[in-house]
Protein backbone atom coordinates (compact mmCIF):
# COMPACT_ATOMS: atom_id res chain seq x y z
CA UNK A 1 0.00 0.00 0.00
CA UNK A 2 1.15 3.63 -0.81
CA UNK A 3 1.21 5.28 2.17
CA UNK A 4 5.01 6.55 2.60
CA UNK A 5 7.02 7.39 5.95
CA UNK A 6 6.46 10.53 7.40
CA UNK A 7 7.10 13.32 4.62
CA UNK A 8 10.47 15.59 5.24
CA UNK A 9 9.35 19.07 6.59
CA UNK A 10 12.31 20.74 7.64
CA UNK A 11 13.41 16.82 8.46
CA UNK A 12 16.79 18.11 9.64
CA UNK A 13 15.51 20.23 12.23
CA UNK A 14 12.87 18.06 12.70
CA UNK A 15 15.39 14.89 14.12
CA UNK A 16 17.47 17.20 15.80
CA UNK A 17 15.15 17.95 18.42
CA UNK A 18 12.84 15.56 20.69
CA UNK A 19 9.51 14.83 19.63
CA UNK A 20 7.97 16.38 22.33
CA UNK A 21 9.25 18.37 24.94
CA UNK A 22 7.69 19.96 28.34
CA UNK A 23 9.29 22.47 30.41
CA UNK A 24 8.15 23.11 34.05
CA UNK A 25 4.47 22.96 31.65
CA UNK A 26 1.86 24.53 34.03
CA UNK A 27 -1.59 25.06 33.34
CA UNK A 28 -5.08 26.50 35.75
CA UNK A 29 -8.50 26.24 34.99
CA UNK A 30 -9.84 29.36 36.99
CA UNK A 31 -8.02 28.60 40.86
CA UNK A 32 -7.36 24.53 39.63
CA UNK A 33 -4.00 24.06 39.49
CA UNK A 34 -4.71 20.74 36.62
CA UNK A 35 -0.39 20.85 35.68
CA UNK A 36 2.34 21.66 38.16
CA UNK A 37 5.37 22.37 36.44
CA UNK A 38 5.63 19.37 34.34
CA UNK A 39 8.76 18.38 32.29
CA UNK A 40 9.13 15.58 29.87
CA UNK A 41 11.11 14.85 26.82
CA UNK A 42 10.08 12.32 24.05
CA UNK A 43 12.39 11.30 21.59
CA UNK A 44 11.44 10.03 17.62
CA UNK A 45 10.27 7.06 17.30
CA UNK A 46 9.09 6.30 20.87
CA UNK A 47 5.79 4.94 21.49
CA UNK A 48 4.75 6.89 24.99
CA UNK A 49 1.97 5.83 27.72
CA UNK A 50 1.13 8.36 29.72
CA UNK A 51 -0.72 7.67 32.87
CA UNK A 52 -2.67 8.80 35.55
CA UNK A 53 -6.16 8.52 37.02
CA UNK A 54 -8.97 10.54 35.83
CA UNK A 55 -8.13 14.27 36.25
CA UNK A 56 -4.29 13.65 36.80
CA UNK A 57 -4.24 16.31 33.77
CA UNK A 58 -3.37 13.90 30.90
CA UNK A 59 -6.16 15.48 28.43
CA UNK A 60 -5.02 18.92 29.30
CA UNK A 61 -1.32 17.93 28.62
CA UNK A 62 -2.39 16.41 25.24
CA UNK A 63 -4.75 19.62 24.47
CA UNK A 64 -1.66 21.78 24.97
CA UNK A 65 0.25 19.69 22.68
CA UNK A 66 -2.44 20.10 20.21
CA UNK A 67 -2.59 24.05 20.59
CA UNK A 68 -6.24 23.82 21.23
CA UNK A 69 -5.16 25.65 24.50
CA UNK A 70 -2.44 27.82 25.58
CA UNK A 71 -0.35 26.81 29.05
CA UNK A 72 -0.80 29.02 31.78
CA UNK A 73 3.40 28.93 32.32
CA UNK A 74 6.24 26.80 31.07
CA UNK A 75 6.89 25.66 27.68
CA UNK A 76 5.89 23.05 25.14
CA UNK A 77 7.30 21.64 21.64
CA UNK A 78 6.23 19.11 19.29
CA UNK A 79 10.09 18.69 16.70
CA UNK A 80 11.24 21.68 18.28
CA UNK A 81 8.62 24.00 17.65
CA UNK A 82 7.20 25.61 20.34
CA UNK A 83 2.69 25.20 20.45
CA UNK A 84 1.99 28.80 21.08
CA UNK A 85 4.49 31.24 19.24
CA UNK A 86 5.19 28.53 16.24
CA UNK A 87 1.24 26.75 16.47
CA UNK A 88 1.26 26.62 12.36
CA UNK A 89 4.36 24.44 12.36
CA UNK A 90 3.16 22.37 14.88
CA UNK A 91 -0.15 21.19 13.75
CA UNK A 92 1.92 20.36 10.29
CA UNK A 93 3.61 18.12 12.66
CA UNK A 94 0.72 16.53 14.89
CA UNK A 95 -2.23 13.64 14.16
CA UNK A 96 -4.63 14.23 16.78
CA UNK A 97 -7.12 11.41 17.94
CA UNK A 98 -9.49 12.50 20.56
CA UNK A 99 -11.68 10.24 23.75
CA UNK A 100 -15.14 10.37 21.68
CA UNK A 101 -13.94 11.06 17.74
CA UNK A 102 -17.23 12.08 15.53
CA UNK A 103 -17.42 14.02 12.78
CA UNK A 104 -19.53 15.18 10.41
CA UNK A 105 -22.41 12.52 10.52
CA UNK A 106 -23.98 13.69 7.24
CA UNK A 107 -20.92 13.07 5.36
CA UNK A 108 -18.89 9.88 4.59
CA UNK A 109 -15.90 8.39 5.92
CA UNK A 110 -14.29 9.42 2.71
CA UNK A 111 -15.71 13.17 2.50
CA UNK A 112 -14.95 13.81 5.89
CA UNK A 113 -10.85 12.96 5.66
CA UNK A 114 -10.61 14.66 2.19
CA UNK A 115 -12.29 17.84 4.20
CA UNK A 116 -9.80 17.36 6.90
CA UNK A 117 -6.85 17.20 4.53
CA UNK A 118 -7.23 20.06 2.91
CA UNK A 119 -7.21 21.96 5.38
CA UNK A 120 -3.99 20.36 6.01
CA UNK A 121 -2.96 21.69 3.06
CA UNK A 122 -2.46 18.92 0.85
CA UNK A 123 -2.28 18.92 -2.80
CA UNK A 124 -4.75 16.11 -3.54
CA UNK A 125 -6.50 15.51 -0.56
CA UNK A 126 -8.94 12.63 -1.88
CA UNK A 127 -6.25 10.69 -2.94
CA UNK A 128 -4.47 11.27 0.37
CA UNK A 129 -7.75 10.29 2.30
CA UNK A 130 -8.20 7.04 0.32
CA UNK A 131 -4.68 6.09 1.20
CA UNK A 132 -5.50 6.83 4.64
CA UNK A 133 -8.33 4.41 4.81
CA UNK A 134 -6.68 1.60 2.96
CA UNK A 135 -3.46 1.47 4.86
CA UNK A 136 -5.89 1.33 8.06
CA UNK A 137 -7.77 -1.00 5.90
CA UNK A 138 -11.09 0.39 6.10
CA UNK A 139 -11.51 1.52 2.36
CA UNK A 140 -14.59 -0.55 2.39
CA UNK A 141 -15.87 2.51 4.73
CA UNK A 142 -15.07 5.08 2.52
CA UNK A 143 -18.34 6.14 0.82
CA UNK A 144 -20.56 5.14 3.98
CA UNK A 145 -22.08 8.33 5.97
CA UNK A 146 -20.43 8.92 9.38
CA UNK A 147 -23.68 9.08 11.23
CA UNK A 148 -24.18 5.17 10.60
CA UNK A 149 -20.75 4.17 11.71
CA UNK A 150 -20.36 2.42 14.98
CA UNK A 151 -17.81 3.43 17.67
CA UNK A 152 -14.95 0.77 16.60
CA UNK A 153 -15.66 2.15 13.15
CA UNK A 154 -15.76 5.87 13.84
CA UNK A 155 -12.61 5.21 16.07
CA UNK A 156 -10.77 3.70 12.51
CA UNK A 157 -11.73 6.58 10.64
CA UNK A 158 -10.65 8.92 13.69
CA UNK A 159 -7.23 7.70 13.29
CA UNK A 160 -7.19 7.62 9.43
CA UNK A 161 -7.99 11.47 9.91
CA UNK A 162 -5.28 11.72 12.51
CA UNK A 163 -2.98 10.24 10.14
CA UNK A 164 -4.09 11.91 6.84
CA UNK A 165 -1.36 14.23 6.22
CA UNK A 166 1.51 11.62 7.69
CA UNK A 167 2.37 13.30 11.23
CA UNK A 168 5.73 13.22 12.81
CA UNK A 169 3.90 13.03 16.41
CA UNK A 170 0.42 11.27 16.77
CA UNK A 171 -1.30 12.11 19.56
CA UNK A 172 -3.77 9.98 20.80
CA UNK A 173 -6.63 10.31 23.71
CA UNK A 174 -7.80 7.23 25.82
CA UNK A 175 -7.92 5.73 22.05
CA UNK A 176 -9.32 2.23 23.53
CA UNK A 177 -12.62 4.17 25.16
CA UNK A 178 -15.19 2.15 23.76
CA UNK A 179 -13.81 -0.64 22.10
CA UNK A 180 -14.32 -4.04 22.50
CA UNK A 181 -11.67 -6.29 23.10
CA UNK A 182 -11.18 -7.20 18.85
CA UNK A 183 -11.05 -3.15 18.26
CA UNK A 184 -8.58 -2.99 21.00
CA UNK A 185 -6.42 -5.48 19.86
CA UNK A 186 -6.86 -4.45 16.39
CA UNK A 187 -6.15 -0.91 17.64
CA UNK A 188 -2.79 -1.87 19.35
CA UNK A 189 -1.58 -3.46 16.11
CA UNK A 190 -2.63 -0.10 13.99
CA UNK A 191 -0.23 1.76 16.66
CA UNK A 192 2.58 -0.47 16.39
CA UNK A 193 2.23 -0.45 12.50
CA UNK A 194 2.52 3.43 11.97
CA UNK A 195 5.46 3.42 14.00
CA UNK A 196 7.05 0.57 12.52
CA UNK A 197 6.56 1.12 9.21
CA UNK A 198 5.62 5.33 9.00
CA UNK A 199 7.83 6.10 12.01
CA UNK A 200 5.29 8.26 14.07
CA UNK A 201 6.37 8.99 17.31
CA UNK A 202 3.27 7.91 19.68
CA UNK A 203 2.04 9.52 22.51
CA UNK A 204 -0.82 7.92 24.00
CA UNK A 205 -3.54 9.17 27.24
CA UNK A 206 -4.54 5.69 28.49
CA UNK A 207 -5.67 3.87 31.38
CA UNK A 208 -5.21 0.37 29.91
CA UNK A 209 -1.74 -0.62 31.71
CA UNK A 210 -2.36 -3.97 29.64
CA UNK A 211 -2.01 -2.26 26.65
CA UNK A 212 0.91 0.04 27.74
CA UNK A 213 2.98 -3.03 28.31
CA UNK A 214 2.41 -4.40 24.92
CA UNK A 215 2.44 -1.25 22.63
CA UNK A 216 4.59 1.36 24.47
CA UNK A 217 8.21 1.85 24.30
CA UNK A 218 8.33 4.40 27.21
CA UNK A 219 5.71 5.51 29.93
CA UNK A 220 4.75 8.24 32.38
CA UNK A 221 2.71 8.54 35.34
CA UNK A 222 1.18 11.50 35.89
CA UNK A 223 -0.32 12.22 39.67
CA UNK A 224 -2.38 15.31 40.35
CA UNK A 225 -0.95 17.81 37.52
CA UNK A 226 2.57 16.24 38.99
CA UNK A 227 5.17 14.21 36.57
CA UNK A 228 5.95 11.34 39.44
CA UNK A 229 7.63 8.66 36.96
CA UNK A 230 9.38 8.60 33.40
CA UNK A 231 11.48 5.91 31.94
CA UNK A 232 11.66 3.54 29.21
CA UNK A 233 9.04 0.17 29.75
CA UNK A 234 12.58 -2.43 29.97
CA UNK A 235 14.22 0.05 32.55
CA UNK A 236 10.47 -0.34 34.22
CA UNK A 237 10.80 -3.75 34.74
CA UNK A 238 14.11 -4.37 36.18
CA UNK A 239 13.73 -1.70 38.57
CA UNK A 240 10.61 -3.58 39.82
CA UNK A 241 11.67 -6.63 39.59
CA UNK A 242 9.10 -7.82 42.18
CA UNK A 243 6.20 -6.30 40.44
CA UNK A 244 4.33 -8.79 38.41
CA UNK A 245 2.25 -6.36 36.24
CA UNK A 246 2.21 -3.26 35.45
CA UNK A 247 -0.57 -2.50 36.97
CA UNK A 248 1.83 -3.08 40.25
CA UNK A 249 4.19 -1.19 39.36
CA UNK A 250 1.69 1.96 38.13
CA UNK A 251 0.19 1.59 42.34
CA UNK A 252 3.45 1.34 43.36
CA UNK A 253 5.18 4.46 42.07
CA UNK A 254 2.32 6.07 43.47
CA UNK A 255 -0.94 6.59 41.05
CA UNK A 256 -4.27 5.06 42.78
CA UNK A 257 -5.33 2.12 40.98
CA UNK A 258 -7.31 3.16 37.74
CA UNK B 1 2.28 14.05 -0.62
CA UNK B 2 3.44 16.55 1.35
CA UNK B 3 1.56 18.90 3.25
CA UNK B 4 2.13 22.61 2.19
CA UNK B 5 1.44 25.84 3.37
CA UNK B 6 -2.23 26.31 2.59
CA UNK B 7 -3.24 29.89 1.48
CA UNK B 8 -5.57 31.62 3.15
CA UNK B 9 -8.41 32.17 0.33
CA UNK B 10 -8.02 28.41 0.29
CA UNK B 11 -8.97 27.42 3.55
CA UNK B 12 -11.91 29.90 3.67
CA UNK B 13 -12.81 28.24 0.33
CA UNK B 14 -13.06 24.89 2.04
CA UNK B 15 -14.42 25.89 5.39
CA UNK B 16 -17.55 27.57 3.14
CA UNK B 17 -17.91 25.05 0.55
CA UNK B 18 -18.09 22.19 3.53
CA UNK B 19 -20.85 24.58 5.46
CA UNK B 20 -22.43 24.55 2.06
CA UNK B 21 -22.36 20.80 1.94
CA UNK B 22 -23.70 20.46 5.24
CA UNK B 23 -26.58 23.34 4.97
CA UNK B 24 -27.68 21.33 1.80
CA UNK B 25 -27.64 18.02 3.33
CA UNK B 26 -29.17 19.43 6.40
CA UNK B 27 -31.97 20.81 3.97
CA UNK B 28 -31.36 23.98 5.96
CA UNK B 29 -30.87 25.64 2.19
CA UNK B 30 -33.71 23.57 0.77
CA UNK B 31 -35.77 25.33 4.05
CA UNK B 32 -34.57 28.39 3.88
CA UNK B 33 -34.59 29.37 0.10
CA UNK B 34 -38.26 27.96 -0.13
CA UNK B 35 -39.30 29.46 2.70
CA UNK B 36 -38.51 33.33 1.37
CA UNK B 37 -39.75 31.95 -1.71
CA UNK B 38 -43.33 31.77 -0.36
CA UNK B 39 -43.15 34.60 1.54
CA UNK B 40 -42.47 36.28 -1.83
CA UNK B 41 -44.97 34.49 -3.77
CA UNK B 42 -47.77 35.44 -0.48
CA UNK B 43 -46.49 39.16 -0.41
CA UNK B 44 -47.09 39.47 -4.70
CA UNK B 45 -50.70 37.85 -4.32
CA UNK B 46 -51.45 39.97 -1.17
CA UNK B 47 -50.30 43.11 -3.09
CA UNK B 48 -52.08 42.34 -6.07
CA UNK B 49 -55.38 41.13 -4.63
CA UNK B 50 -55.50 44.66 -2.44
CA UNK B 51 -54.63 46.56 -5.54
CA UNK B 52 -56.86 44.76 -8.04
CA UNK B 53 -59.86 45.03 -5.16
CA UNK B 54 -59.17 48.94 -4.60
CA UNK B 55 -59.12 49.63 -8.50
CA UNK B 56 -62.54 48.18 -8.98
CA UNK B 57 -64.09 49.06 -6.18
CA UNK B 58 -63.32 52.39 -8.21
CA UNK B 59 -64.05 51.43 -11.02
CA UNK B 60 -67.24 50.26 -9.98
CA UNK B 61 -67.96 54.22 -8.44
CA UNK B 62 -66.97 55.76 -11.08
CA UNK B 63 -70.10 53.44 -13.13
CA UNK B 64 -72.15 54.72 -11.05
CA UNK B 65 -71.00 58.32 -10.76
CA UNK B 66 -71.39 58.27 -14.62
CA UNK B 67 -74.68 56.76 -14.69
CA UNK B 68 -75.97 59.65 -12.33
CA UNK B 69 -74.49 61.86 -15.33
CA UNK B 70 -71.49 62.94 -12.44
CA UNK B 71 -67.96 63.59 -13.85
CA UNK B 72 -65.39 61.03 -12.23
CA UNK B 73 -61.96 61.98 -11.29
CA UNK B 74 -59.26 59.06 -12.97
CA UNK B 75 -58.94 56.55 -11.41
CA UNK B 76 -55.34 57.32 -8.86
CA UNK B 77 -54.64 54.01 -7.54
CA UNK B 78 -53.50 53.36 -10.80
CA UNK B 79 -50.86 55.67 -10.02
CA UNK B 80 -49.64 53.76 -7.53
CA UNK B 81 -45.60 52.87 -7.79
CA UNK B 82 -45.44 49.71 -9.70
CA UNK B 83 -42.96 48.01 -6.79
CA UNK B 84 -46.23 48.89 -4.45
CA UNK B 85 -46.91 44.92 -4.85
CA UNK B 86 -43.95 43.93 -2.92
CA UNK B 87 -44.78 46.27 -0.20
CA UNK B 88 -45.90 43.35 2.44
CA UNK B 89 -42.26 42.33 2.12
CA UNK B 90 -40.84 45.36 3.89
CA UNK B 91 -42.73 43.21 6.82
CA UNK B 92 -41.93 39.92 5.63
CA UNK B 93 -37.93 40.23 5.60
CA UNK B 94 -37.45 42.00 9.41
CA UNK B 95 -40.27 39.03 10.69
CA UNK B 96 -39.42 35.75 8.41
CA UNK B 97 -36.47 36.19 7.02
CA UNK B 98 -34.30 37.62 9.77
CA UNK B 99 -35.41 34.26 11.66
CA UNK B 100 -34.19 31.94 8.88
CA UNK B 101 -30.94 34.10 8.82
CA UNK B 102 -30.88 33.32 12.71
CA UNK B 103 -30.84 29.85 11.99
CA UNK B 104 -28.67 29.52 9.53
CA UNK B 105 -25.66 31.75 11.79
CA UNK B 106 -26.54 29.82 14.85
CA UNK B 107 -26.28 26.50 12.85
CA UNK B 108 -23.06 27.40 10.69
CA UNK B 109 -21.14 27.97 13.79
CA UNK B 110 -22.55 25.83 16.17
CA UNK B 111 -22.33 22.15 14.96
CA UNK B 112 -18.60 22.20 14.80
CA UNK B 113 -18.59 23.02 18.65
CA UNK B 114 -21.37 20.05 19.20
CA UNK B 115 -19.79 17.20 17.01
CA UNK B 116 -16.14 17.62 18.37
CA UNK B 117 -15.06 18.38 15.08
CA UNK B 118 -13.60 21.99 16.08
CA UNK B 119 -11.15 19.93 18.06
CA UNK B 120 -10.41 18.07 14.55
CA UNK B 121 -10.51 21.55 12.66
CA UNK B 122 -8.18 23.63 14.84
CA UNK B 123 -5.65 21.22 15.33
CA UNK B 124 -4.56 21.80 11.29
CA UNK B 125 -2.93 24.30 10.54
CA UNK B 126 -5.51 26.92 9.69
CA UNK B 127 -5.92 30.39 11.24
CA UNK B 128 -9.53 31.12 13.56
CA UNK B 129 -10.03 34.22 11.68
CA UNK B 130 -9.81 32.15 8.17
CA UNK B 131 -12.39 29.33 9.63
CA UNK B 132 -14.82 32.11 11.00
CA UNK B 133 -14.76 34.21 7.25
CA UNK B 134 -15.03 30.57 6.04
CA UNK B 135 -18.22 30.20 7.82
CA UNK B 136 -19.56 33.70 7.62
CA UNK B 137 -19.22 33.31 3.61
CA UNK B 138 -21.54 29.83 3.85
CA UNK B 139 -24.06 31.68 5.80
CA UNK B 140 -23.95 34.96 3.17
CA UNK B 141 -23.91 32.83 0.12
CA UNK B 142 -26.90 30.65 1.26
CA UNK B 143 -28.72 33.77 2.26
CA UNK B 144 -27.94 35.62 -1.32
CA UNK B 145 -29.11 32.19 -2.98
CA UNK B 146 -32.51 32.38 -0.89
CA UNK B 147 -32.73 36.23 -2.28
CA UNK B 148 -31.48 35.79 -5.42
CA UNK B 149 -34.97 33.36 -5.93
CA UNK B 150 -37.09 35.97 -4.35
CA UNK B 151 -35.92 38.67 -6.91
CA UNK B 152 -36.47 36.29 -10.00
CA UNK B 153 -39.86 35.56 -8.55
CA UNK B 154 -41.25 39.30 -7.99
CA UNK B 155 -39.50 39.99 -10.97
CA UNK B 156 -41.92 37.25 -12.91
CA UNK B 157 -44.74 38.66 -10.56
CA UNK B 158 -44.13 42.24 -11.64
CA UNK B 159 -43.89 41.58 -15.23
CA UNK B 160 -47.49 39.36 -14.83
CA UNK B 161 -48.99 41.80 -13.19
CA UNK B 162 -47.60 45.24 -14.68
CA UNK B 163 -47.25 43.71 -18.25
CA UNK B 164 -43.28 45.97 -18.25
CA UNK B 165 -40.67 46.82 -15.88
CA UNK B 166 -38.48 49.77 -16.97
CA UNK B 167 -34.86 50.47 -15.97
CA UNK B 168 -35.28 52.25 -12.93
CA UNK B 169 -38.02 49.96 -11.04
CA UNK B 170 -35.88 47.02 -11.88
CA UNK B 171 -32.48 48.57 -10.23
CA UNK B 172 -34.76 49.99 -7.27
CA UNK B 173 -36.28 45.82 -7.00
CA UNK B 174 -32.63 45.19 -7.18
CA UNK B 175 -31.73 47.55 -4.03
CA UNK B 176 -34.17 46.25 -2.16
CA UNK B 177 -33.02 42.79 -2.32
CA UNK B 178 -29.43 44.17 -1.76
CA UNK B 179 -30.83 46.07 1.48
CA UNK B 180 -32.63 42.81 2.68
CA UNK B 181 -29.28 41.16 2.31
CA UNK B 182 -27.22 43.08 4.33
CA UNK B 183 -29.97 43.37 6.81
CA UNK B 184 -30.48 39.19 7.01
CA UNK B 185 -26.62 39.02 7.15
CA UNK B 186 -27.18 41.23 10.39
CA UNK B 187 -29.13 38.38 11.89
CA UNK B 188 -27.12 35.45 10.34
CA UNK B 189 -23.89 37.22 12.40
CA UNK B 190 -26.03 37.27 15.33
CA UNK B 191 -27.12 33.50 15.37
CA UNK B 192 -22.87 32.84 14.95
CA UNK B 193 -22.19 35.25 17.80
CA UNK B 194 -24.58 33.93 20.58
CA UNK B 195 -23.09 30.36 19.27
CA UNK B 196 -19.69 31.70 20.27
CA UNK B 197 -20.56 33.64 23.13
CA UNK B 198 -23.20 30.43 24.72
CA UNK B 199 -21.95 27.17 25.16
CA UNK B 200 -25.49 25.58 24.95
CA UNK B 201 -27.32 25.66 22.08
CA UNK B 202 -30.34 25.70 22.91
CA UNK B 203 -29.71 28.98 25.03
CA UNK B 204 -27.31 30.26 22.40
CA UNK B 205 -30.31 29.76 19.94
CA UNK B 206 -33.11 31.14 22.92
CA UNK B 207 -30.60 34.05 23.09
CA UNK B 208 -30.30 34.78 19.58
CA UNK B 209 -33.83 34.76 19.37
CA UNK B 210 -34.72 37.40 22.47
CA UNK B 211 -32.17 39.66 20.61
CA UNK B 212 -34.54 39.23 17.32
CA UNK B 213 -37.22 40.18 19.49
CA UNK B 214 -35.52 43.40 21.09
CA UNK B 215 -34.50 44.48 17.60
CA UNK B 216 -37.98 43.82 16.17
CA UNK B 217 -40.72 44.76 18.51
CA UNK B 218 -39.04 46.62 21.61
CA UNK B 219 -36.66 49.05 20.00
CA UNK B 220 -39.52 50.61 17.54
CA UNK B 221 -41.68 50.48 20.97
CA UNK B 222 -39.05 52.66 22.24
CA UNK B 223 -38.77 55.28 18.82
CA UNK B 224 -41.93 55.63 16.88
CA UNK B 225 -43.76 53.62 19.20
CA UNK B 226 -43.23 56.22 21.43
CA UNK B 227 -44.66 59.05 19.49
CA UNK B 228 -48.41 59.38 20.00
CA UNK B 229 -48.89 62.53 16.79
CA UNK B 230 -46.72 60.41 14.82
CA UNK B 231 -48.62 57.12 15.44
CA UNK B 232 -51.90 58.92 14.61
CA UNK B 233 -50.79 60.21 11.47
CA UNK B 234 -47.62 58.83 10.13
CA UNK B 235 -47.33 62.01 7.61
CA UNK B 236 -47.04 64.63 9.96
CA UNK B 237 -44.12 65.87 12.08
CA UNK B 238 -42.78 64.01 15.28
CA UNK B 239 -44.35 66.33 17.81
CA UNK B 240 -41.89 67.08 20.86
CA UNK B 241 -38.88 65.69 20.16
CA UNK B 242 -36.83 68.15 21.97
CA UNK B 243 -38.34 67.78 25.60
CA UNK B 244 -37.75 65.43 28.08
CA UNK B 245 -38.26 61.31 27.81
CA UNK B 246 -38.59 62.08 23.74
CA UNK B 247 -35.17 62.83 23.30
CA UNK B 248 -34.09 60.09 24.96
CA UNK B 249 -36.09 57.78 22.60
CA UNK B 250 -35.32 59.90 19.92
CA UNK B 251 -31.38 58.85 20.41
CA UNK B 252 -32.43 55.25 20.10
CA UNK B 253 -33.65 55.70 16.54
CA UNK B 254 -30.77 54.95 14.81
CA UNK B 255 -29.88 51.49 16.70
CA UNK B 256 -33.60 51.05 15.71
CA UNK B 257 -32.21 48.73 13.04
CA UNK B 258 -35.90 47.06 12.14
CA UNK B 259 -37.30 50.86 11.75
CA UNK B 260 -34.06 51.93 9.79
CA UNK B 261 -34.77 49.22 6.98
CA UNK B 262 -37.89 49.73 6.92
CA UNK B 263 -37.76 53.08 6.29
CA UNK B 264 -34.48 52.95 3.53
CA UNK B 265 -36.89 49.39 2.13
CA UNK B 266 -40.22 51.39 1.31
CA UNK B 267 -37.97 54.56 0.00
CA UNK B 268 -36.63 52.03 -2.34
CA UNK B 269 -39.62 50.62 -3.30
CA UNK B 270 -41.35 54.06 -3.29
CA UNK B 271 -44.49 52.79 -1.10
CA UNK B 272 -44.09 56.15 1.30
CA UNK B 273 -43.51 59.67 0.28
CA UNK B 274 -40.67 60.25 -1.53
CA UNK B 275 -37.20 60.55 0.12
CA UNK B 276 -34.09 62.14 -0.69
CA UNK B 277 -31.25 59.86 -1.48
CA UNK B 278 -29.34 61.07 1.24
CA UNK B 279 -32.14 60.12 3.99
CA UNK B 280 -32.18 56.88 2.22
CA UNK B 281 -28.67 55.99 2.96
CA UNK B 282 -28.80 57.17 6.20
CA UNK B 283 -31.58 54.76 7.34
CA UNK B 284 -29.53 52.11 5.28
CA UNK B 285 -26.15 53.32 7.33
CA UNK B 286 -27.11 51.31 10.94
CA UNK B 287 -27.83 48.25 9.07
CA UNK B 288 -24.50 48.41 7.30
CA UNK B 289 -23.35 49.48 10.74
CA UNK B 290 -24.43 47.15 12.55
CA UNK B 291 -23.03 43.77 9.77
CA UNK B 292 -19.65 45.38 10.20
CA UNK B 293 -19.21 45.59 13.83
CA UNK B 294 -21.09 42.62 14.00
CA UNK B 295 -18.45 40.12 12.20
CA UNK B 296 -15.83 41.71 14.01
CA UNK B 297 -17.22 40.55 16.98
CA UNK B 298 -17.11 37.23 15.36
CA UNK B 299 -13.60 37.23 14.67
CA UNK B 300 -12.41 38.38 17.76
CA UNK B 301 -14.88 36.19 20.13
CA UNK B 302 -13.60 32.84 17.86
CA UNK B 303 -9.92 34.31 18.97
CA UNK B 304 -10.79 33.07 22.52
CA UNK B 305 -13.52 30.20 22.26
CA UNK B 306 -12.32 26.86 23.92
CA UNK B 307 -12.55 24.66 20.98
CA UNK B 308 -10.83 21.90 23.54
CA UNK B 309 -14.70 21.46 25.10
CA UNK B 310 -17.04 20.06 23.25
CA UNK B 311 -20.62 22.30 23.63
CA UNK B 312 -23.52 20.87 25.06
CA UNK B 313 -27.01 20.25 22.93
CA UNK B 314 -28.94 19.59 25.46
Known sequence: ?258 | MTATSTSGRAVIGTVSAQQALTFRRQRVRLIGVATLIMVTAMAGILGWSSHHTIVRVFDQAVQLQAAAGNPAPANPFLLKPSLSLLSNMVVYIPLIGALIALMVGHLAMAEDQTNGMGRLIFTRPIARTQYALGKILSAVRLLATALAGCWALSLVALLIVNRTLNGPDLARLTGFYALSWAYLVVFALIGMLTALLIRRRSLALLSAIAVWIVVTFVLPQFVSGLRPTQSLNPLSEPAGLSQGFFRITHLAQPISLVEGYKDAASSILRTTPATTAAETALSVLPTLIAAATLALLVLWRIQRHDYSRSASDE
Open chain 1, 1 to 258: MGLVPTPSIARTHVMNEPAIELRGLQHRYDTDLVLRGVDLRIEHGEVFGFLGHNGAGKTTAMNILTTLITPTAGTAAVCGYDVVTERSEVTRRIGYLPADVRMYGHMSALENLEFLAKLSGLPDARAAAMEALEFLGCADLAKRRVGTFSTGMRQRIGIAQAIVHRPHVLLLDEPTSGLDPMGVRQLRNTITQLNAELGMTVFMNTHLLSEVSKVCTTIGVLNHGELIYNDSIENTTLRFPDESSLEDIYVRVGGPTP
